[in-house]
């Protein structure tokens, strides 16, 4: 019996060398552990009882750019971060994501208290903890301090206006998806007549709102882009008006756009001043993220609750900030610019001071002429406005 034992266990270690030895060549040609959304502890004081969460690709060099991602109600930050598009540009392009994460203990519904002025207050509350947030990712990783901007959906959408009015020493660009104005609440009482059907204030009022938030601010204010769906019955559509107006005066520009332009899903973009404010109106779409599944360019995330497939506004975002491929801090991202990649030719309506600005024409003697086909526009100046339409890169023609 002991003899045949010891045959057993003689056997047993011959079957495994051979075992053994393939799980080390396995391991060897294993390639390193892939970037995965990460929880982050110890951030700061956090007075807003947040968590946060952080996205970094392989590789990602000292002084990248950042992203802060705010989901929405009913919604978490793996949900957002996996679902919303945003993770394909941060791998291809190279940049950090950051995602704080609300909790039920803060809210049932887990939605950011943007309608809580103790939430929304420069140096208190959500705010402060996501701003510390920020604070951390500089030290800890090294992200470049003049570039963090801040995207976010509905409840999150409303905090993006909280964060570019509260700190706009802090965000280059934010993007508010089917969102709300600043301060339009400052209780639940009137959140739900904010969310719909809208509060109408005078541009000059809602600006005061965004001074108000850090007085005696006289630095440069982050660009704004804002999505609605034209069939949003949660967030009432007057908010994008609203969210329009608010912007323009905060940031000093008329409310009269200075472009028009067609995009794909249905989507047609306003730009505001030297494309500082964009309004983008998805016709047809209801409440939530617009994304586009696929494997083009300018395709991303995928369709599910509040992810509703039209046109993928990460990329859109990542471009107006500045993310593309060979942008950098500035870069307008221009849906017209062929040199945004992967972009589909538009059809561009704009003043001719507009579309010079833009490269799509140029002038000469007081005059305009569109880039490439050279066509007369007419007086170069902001009162003429001239359709115009690419038809090979760098080739605009008059008239769509």
């Known amino acids: 019996m002991r003899r045949s034992s010891h045959l057993l266990a003689r056997l047993a270690r011959a079957a495994l060398v051979p075992l053994l030895a393939a799980a080390t060549v396995l391991t060897a040609a294993a390639p390193a552990q892939a970037a995965t959304l990460t929880q982050v502890s110890g951030f700061g004081s956090n007075p807003g009882n947040l968590t946060m969460y952080a996205y970094r690709p392989d590789g990602l060099p000292s002084g990248a750019p950042a992203v802060v991602l705010l989901h929405g109600c009913a919604q ?32 049932s519904t887990s939605c950011f208290n943007w309608f ?14 996501i701003k510390q947030m920020v604070d951390h990712a500089r030290s800890s990783y090294g992200i470049a301090a003049n570039r963090v901007y801040v995207s976010g959906l509905s ?37 739900f007549s904010c969310m719909n059907p809208g509060v109408d204030r005078s541009p000059a009022q809602w600006g005061d709102l965004v001074r108000n ?8 204010r982050p660009k704004v882009a804002i999505w609605h769906g ?58 939530g993220t617009p994304v586009d599944p696929g494997s083009g360019a300018d395709q991303c995330g995928t369709a599910a609750a509040y992810f509703l497939d039209t ?39 704009a003043t001719n001071y507009a579309h010079v600005q833009a490269g799509r024409a140029y002038q000469s003697l007081g ?31 008059v008239g769509c």
């Open 311 to 349: 046109i993928c506004s990460a990329y859109r975002d990542a471009l107006f900030f500045g993310l593309g491929s060979g942008g950098g801090p500035g870069d307008p991202g221009d849906p017209g610019d062929p040199g945004d990649p992967g972009e589909e030719p538009v059809c561009v309506t």
């Open 213 to 220: 938030a850090y007085p005696g601010y006289s630095g440069a």
């Open 155 to 191: 409840a999150g959408g409303a905090m993006v206006a909280a964060m570019l009015a509260t700190y706009p020493d802090t965000f280059a660009a934010g993007s508010i998806v089917a969102g709300i104005p600043y301060r339009c609440a400052t209780s639940m009482v009137n959140a």
């Open 367 to 397: 005059y305009a002429y569109a880039t490439g086909s050279g066509q007369l526009m007419g007086l170069y100046n902001t009162f003429a406005t001239s359709a115009l339409r690419e038809t090979a890169p760098g080739h605009w023609v």
């Open 76 to 107: 978490n930050a793996n949900g957002y971060f996996s679902n919303s598009g945003w993770r394909k540009y941060a791998d291809q392009w190279g940049f950090a994501l950051i995602v704080p994460e609300q909790k039920s203990a803060n809210n």
């Open 116 to 129: 809580e002025t103790a939430d929304t207050a420069r140096g208190q509350g959500e705010a402060l903890s």
């Open 230 to 287: 034209t069939a949003d019955y949660t967030v009432g559509t007057a908010n994008a008006t609203e969210s329009r107006d608010q912007w323009t005066n905060a940031l000093g520009v008329s409310q009269s756009p200075t472009g028009t332009s067609s995009l794909p899903g249905g989507t047609t973009l306003e730009t505001y001043g030297a494309d500082q404010v964009r309004l983008y109106r998805v016709a047809g779409m209801g409440h």
